[in-house]
């Protein structure tokens, strides 16, 4: 479970800008969350951008990784 950390650290390093590393940093947590829930991240993130466009922002809280339950 390290070796993917141990092997992005130095890559990390040049995200580009302080805002790129954040943005990485944003979507690696969601990745890693989707698997600690038992989503397969691939499955999870497709469903996810796929619906974001027509998702009211007052349900969006139902995308996050803890909620989310796969389009029918």
Known sequence: Q???VALGRKNWM???SLRAGKRAAAIMS????ARLNGHD??????????????QPFSRISELLP????PAQ
Do not use: T
């Open 14 to 16: 040049f995200a580009g």
């Open 30 to 33: 969601l990745i890693h969350s």
């Open 66 to 69: 803890h909620n989310w339950k």
């Open 41 to 54: 991240p691939y499955g999870y993130m497709k469903d996810v951008l796929e619906r974001l466009p027509l």
């Open 2 to 4: 390290i070796r993917p």
